[in-house]
């Protein structure tokens, strides 16, 4: 083997090797194998030179089992990598997490950040969805309607203008509720094996499609409760029967 190839081969191995690691982490994640999947974005964060670290911190907030802990994982991207793939969605991560949390206004604010930063998102749909929520839910109703008209023209086609079609044409977003999310998965049989094998553990749930960066991911929610700490205390329950879930808001 030539000098360089051999040069070549010492730069482009370990880059492989990484990857690897990361998609078979990102696979594990939504197969439902969160503990293993957790193990190895652990070890991707001690390299800080990792060029996919952003990314590792970004799922080690959705493996968080307690809102506090996800923030401070969000706020490590949005702070530390603020041009990363994963940015955005940390944005929006650290969005709903206020809005679970009925901080309206630091939704909002975020939010609106992220579309500062991120004007070409590739989640703006959804963006402009909890924004015409958030607004509602804060006696903003007029405002909140223009963002989900402005979804409404902009994605006709998005999962989102659809779940604003009757919060346009009442201006209530009073069904809301708290439910917990047990797994997202890109292949929707996998979504629906996870359903049937809690529908057969007892437990209600339903699959909601979701769009992120241009892929289509199938979440499994299970319950639904009017208050955010009804749906932590859920969690809990499910925590200890093997079943790790984040509390996130529905409609």
């Known amino acids: 083997m030539s000098r360089y ?12 090797l990484i990857a690897q ?11 439902f194998q ?15 030179d990792n060029p996919r670290i952003a990314e590792a911190y970004y799922y080690l907030g959705r493996l968080a089992t307690s809102p506090d802990s996800a923030l401070l994982y ?3 991207v949005i702070k530390n990598y603020p041009q990363a793939r994963y940015t955005d969605l940390s944005y929006l991560e650290i969005a709903k997490n206020n809005i679970a949390r009925e901080n ?13 930063k991120f004007p070409d998102t590739s989640i703006k749909d959804e963006v402009l969805f909890w924004l015409g929520v958030s607004h509602i839910s804060i006696g903003q109703k007029e405002i909140g309607i223009g963002f989900l008209k402005n979804l409404k023209s902009s994605f006709p086609k998005s999962i989102w203008s ?25 292949n929707k049989p996998n979504a629906q094996k996870l359903l049937e094998d809690l529908k ?8 909601i499609e979701a769009l992120v960066m241009g892929n289509t991911y199938y979440r499994v929610w299970v319950g639904q409760f009017n208050t955010v700490e009804a749906a932590k205390t859920f969690s809990l329950i499910l925590d200890s029967l093997g079943i790790k879930g984040n509390v996130v808001k529905g409609y």
């Open 5 to 16: 190839r051999i040069i070549f081969a010492l730069f482009i191995i370990p880059f492989f």
């Open 21 to 31: 690691n990361i998609d078979e982490a990102i696979r594990l994640f939504n197969s």
């Open 34 to 48: 969160f503990d293993r999947a957790q193990e190895i974005f652990n070890e991707t964060v001690k390299d800080k």
């Open 74 to 76: 969000y706020n490590i």
């Open 104 to 116: 309206y206004k630091n939704a909002i604010t975020t939010l609106h950040g992220l579309l500062e």
């Open 162 to 186: 659809e779940r604003a079609v009757n919060i346009i044409s009442t201006g209530d977003v009073s069904n809301e509720y708290f439910t917990v999310q047990v797994g997202s998965y890109r």
């Open 200 to 207: 057969n553990k007892g437990f209600n749930g339903k699959i």
